[in-house]
Each structure stands twice: as C-alpha cells, then as structure tokens.
C-alpha cells in the first residue's frame, strides 16, 4: 500500500506545472553555473598543469557544483513538499486514505517516498552535467559519488520536513514558507557558535549544511548518514503523530 | 434468512472540546438493510459517520465492524467499509479510470480482480462514457456518482453514504435510489439525508438523531403503521352534528377542526364505512373521509422542534 500511495504522489506531481517548471528553471540555472565553472577551469587549466598538487577538474568544477545544489535545493524542496498532505485536507481527500485499510504510517512513508523519488529524478538531471565530463576527461569518482549521496541524505531530510510542516497547515503556501523557515534554520544554525564555546559543538551537529561538507569532501562518514536519518526519521514521526492527533481533535 | 450484524455500535460518545457531539448513540445494522439516518444540520449524523468509518476517533464507545472491533484492528475492519464523505474524496488531477485504479489499489483490490472491479463500479454508477475524462472537469453530479463508485469498488459488507443525492438532478437521483435498493439486499447501508421522501423510498429502518442523541428507531414498516394513524378525517358540506358522530360504534372521540371539518379518533377497527352511512342518513353531503396519515416529516418536526423549545424554555 505504501507504494501504491508513493507512486500515486509521484506521478501527481507530473501532473502539476509547477514540478515541470521547478525541475526546467533549475536545469537551466545550474548548467549555467556548471559552464561557467568549466570556462573558468579552461582559463586556468595551463596555470594549473604547473603547480604541485593542483585541485583537479572534480574539485574545481564538480564540488562547487554540487555545493550550489544543496542550496538551491533549499529553495525549491518546500514549493514541492507543501502540497502532500495540506492540497488532501484542503479537498477533503485525506479521508479516502484514512477510510482505506492502510496505516497512518504508510500513509505519510508513502507521500514522503513518492517526494523522495522526485528529488532524486532532479538530482539524477543534474548530475548528468558532471558525468558528461568523462567524456573528455577523468573525474574523481569516489568523490562524485560520495558527494552525490551526500546530497540524497540531505534530501531525505528536507522531504520529511517538508511532509511534516505539509501536515500542520491546509494552505500550501504557509506550508512551504514554515518548511523554508524550518529548513533555512537548521541551514544557518550554527553560524552563531564562535562565541560560546559549548554551545557550539550542538549547534555545529545540528547543522544540515555543515554534515554535507564532509561527503563533499569524498568522505563517507557514518555520523553524517546517521545524522540525516535521525532527522528525516524524527520529522516522519512527527507527521505521523500530528494525523493520528487530528483523528482525535476533529 | 441468517442475518448477520454488520455494525454494531454501542454507546458512543464523542465530544468537540466541551461539547458534546454525539451522546451515546448505541445501534446495529444486519445484512440486507438500508438504514436512514436523518437529523437536523449539526446534529450529529456526519460526526457519528466518520467515527464509523474510522476518520474520527470516538471519546467513547465502541463499533464493531462486521465483528472485527474498530479500533483494536483498525485495518482488518476499515478493510470491510465503503465510505462516501459529504463532500467526495475525489481528486481533480486524475482521469475517472485513474482515480478508481488507485482507490482498488488502497483496498488491496488483487491485481487480477481489478479490471473487474472497476468496470463494475463504473457500470453500477452510469459512469461509462467519462471514465477517461478528468474528474475536475466533470459535473457535481458526476462527481458525487465517482465518490459512490469508489465506496461500493471494493464490494464492502458495509457501505457509508453521507448525503449521496446531493447536486443530483431528478432522474440521477432515481438511478442512484435505484443502485441503493440493489446494494442494500446483499450488504448493509448506512444512509444520511435531508430529503424525506428519499428515507421512505430506499430505506429499511430509519433512525432519527437530535442534539447527539437517538430520539426515533424504528423499522420502516413500524413506522408506516405508525404513520398510518388511528384517525379519520372529515369534511362535509353542511355542519355536522358532532353527538350524533360520536354515538357511532368504534368512534372513541370527535375533535371539530373547522366548521366543516372534523377529525375522528378510532381504536380498533376502521369505521369508515359507519361515518359514510350516518353522514348519508341525515344528508350533510359529503366532501371528504379520509385517513389522517401522518407523515414522516411531521414525525420528523415533532422530535426535533418540540425539544429545541423545550431546551430554550428550560435555558430561559
């Protein structure tokens, strides 16, 4: 059943403009940035061949590439999380899955599956720019990769945000604008945490951005997968809890 | 007929913060009937449908489906409901095929069952020829029969209709009367409305809720013989003389109601045919005798008007 209801949310999707238009707009904006980092490695490339130990064309072209794309993905998660469940209470549709024989559970895993799905097709879009690359040179694979997993934990965790804060409201746009919130928050936590000293080994943990420098990095550190699980399995619940809690109140 | 009870709901309680919205309601609906549930608006009816149908949790009670306890085991009994909230859960963006495709799929329709399914759905509903149209851009009406085509898909023992008829146009209406009747001789119905005529057209047994509580539960045909009063009315052309009707055996009382017009009150059998004869004896001219039928809408009235004044006289 829970699949049932992911490729449901999935194929929904398609069926709206603005996942069309999110999925072009951003194509668009990262090829451009993606050329522009390629010209730039071809201005230097002479200069580079010289030096000693020279960052190659997977850190001069891919990483930034990848790091925008954390980024903009803060942006644009929330305009496609908010309809899940907020768009069902809005037209009264939530009823015919909570009537169906089919857990609350399975039914907040399978809307979160079927967002889940969408973001990797994004992700699988954008990275065919880099792996277009191999055609004329080597990359760093261990590196693309680990930084390309990096960025499908990270979208775990904006997904279940999303899907939660989706559950708490029947209007999209207040949905998507607490998930931005949200999202941005735990983006810039730890901007603050030079000062006390303490404080800021927490606030650097509960930073989104700073578990994604690592696999950026070609590290594949197990702290960080946990991290984004915990937090896309603590939101899960959450959303769960919240449906259960609207059977109650009414 | 071995009838088996397909709900049974007992004492169930559910309260909106400090109001009390239903107020231990306790019933039971066998196999082929058609239960009629009616109520004035926020009495109660749609509160007690979604708690049957597992949308809301009750504060109190408990309601077995089929024997299977509702909130014990949640999905084994949601698994034997059909249900078709006020306003229909369908969804704008799917095509009618679509939409009832994935509605099988959330009732763990087997694969292969499912083209069956949904072509009978669709033949039971007259959903045929808008089956691959969008639901958004289809009509109120076709959209109320895509909400019913969803709750019978599964061929559930129990079917929960919440105001079907609504934004139906006449001929619809008597399609879809048609299509209850049908289903209700082999599964058991629970139906909402407002229109009285439909509850003696369709239904089995009819229960009145008011204010959360059941004030009426009877049987269709109690209710006929309940409708079908022990009085006589009668209205002449000239005045009559009210001791002469009186002395007319089985006449146990006269109410004059106009000059001309008279309501007779009887305990066993129909004196009709008396009245006739002692009317015709003394030539008052006869205009009209007839049975005072009550109707349902009177019995409806009653239950719930005289309570609301009574309720406002105690409040004042």
């Known amino acids: 059943m829970l699949f049932a209801i992911a490729s449901r949310e999935f194929r929904n999707l398609f069926l709206s403009p603005l996942a069309w238009s999110i999925m072009a707009i951003l194509q668009v904006i990262l090829a451009y940035l993606f050329l522009s980092q390629v010209d730039r490695y071809m201005a230097f490339q002479a200069r580079l061949g010289g030096m000693e130990g020279a960052p190659g064309v997977t850190d001069f072209v891919v990483s930034p590439l990848l790091q925008t794309v954390g980024f903009v993905f803060l942006l644009v998660a929330p305009a496609i999380t908010m309809r899940t469940f907020s768009d069902e209470r809005r037209n009264r549709t939530l009823s015919l899955l909570i009537s169906a024989p089919v857990s609350m559970s399975d039914i907040v895993l399978g809307k979160f599956l079927g967002v889940f799905l969408f973001f990797l097709t994004m992700l699988a879009m954008i990275a065919a ?40 409201t029947e209007q999209p746009v207040v949905a998507a604008i607490s998930s931005f919130g949200m999202l941005l928050l735990l983006w810039i936590i730890d901007w603050s945490g030079d000062s006390h000293q303490e404080m800021s080994g927490l606030l650097a943990y509960l930073s989104l951005q700073n578990h994604l420098g690592s696999f950026m990095k070609g590290l594949f550190s197990t702290t960080d997968v946990a991290y984004y699980l915990l937090v896309s399995a603590l939101f899960l619940i959450l959303a769960i809890r919240r449906l259960d809690q609207q059977r109650l109140t009414g | 007929m071995d009838t088996k009870i397909l709900i049974a709901v007992d004492e169930l309680c559910r309260y909106y913060g400090h109001h009390l919205a239903v107020d231990a309601i306790s019933f039971e609906l066998a196999q082929g009937e058609v239960l009629g549930f009616l109520g004035p608006n926020g009495a109660g009816k749609s509160t007690t449908m979604q708690m049957i149908s597992g949308n809301l949790a009750p504060s109190g009670g408990r309601i077995a489906i089929n ?29 009618v095929r679509e939409y009832l495709a ?16 949904i072509s009978r759905a669709l033949r039971r509903c007259g959903l045929h020829g808008v089956e691959t149209r969008l639901i958004g851009n289809l009509s109120k009406g076709y959209q109320q029969r895509v909400g019913i085509a969803q709750a019978i898909l599964h061929n559930p023992a129990v079917v929960i209709l919440d105001e079907p008829t609504v934004g139906l146009d006449p001929n619809q209406i008597r399609d879809i009367r048609e299509l209850i009747r ?4 082999s599964h058991g119905i ?16 009819v229960q009145i809720i008011h204010r959360g509580r059941l004030v009426f539960a009877e049987s269709m045909q109690a209710l006929q013989q309940r409708l079908t009063g022990k009085a006589l009315v009668l209205e002449t052309q000239s005045a009559v003389d009210i001791t002469k009707l009186q002395q007319i055996a089985g006449v146990s009382a006269v109410e004059p109601l106009a000059s001309r017009r008279a309501r007779l009150l009887f305990d066993a059998d129909n004196p009709a045919a008396a009245v006739a004869a002692c009317v015709a004896a003394h030539d008052w001219g006869l205009v009209e005798l007839a049975l005072d039928r009550q109707s349902l809408e009177q019995v409806f009235v009653e239950l719930t008007c005289n309570e609301d004044g009574a309720a406002q006289a105690a409040a004042a």
């Open chain 2, 190 to 205: 629970i139906l909402s409305t407002h229109i009285l005529p439909e509850v003696q057209a369709t239904c089995t047994r």
């Open chain 2, 102 to 117: 994935y509605c099988a799929r959330l009732h763990r329709v087997g694969k292969t069952h499912r083209g069956g399914a």
């Open chain 2, 67 to 95: 024997g299977i306890d509702l909130l014990d085991r949640p999905r084994l009994a949601k698994a034997e409901i059909g249900y078709l909230p006020e306003q229909p859960p369908v969804y704008p963006d799917l095509t």
């Open chain 1, 129 to 168: 720019m880099p792996l277009s690359l191999y055609a004329g040179t080597e990359l760093d694979t261990g590196k693309l990769l680990a930084g390309l997993l990096g960025l499908a934990l990270l979208l775990t965790s904006f997904a279940a945000v999303g899907v939660f804060m989706s559950t708490l």
């Open chain 2, 182 to 185: 049908e289903l209700g001789q």
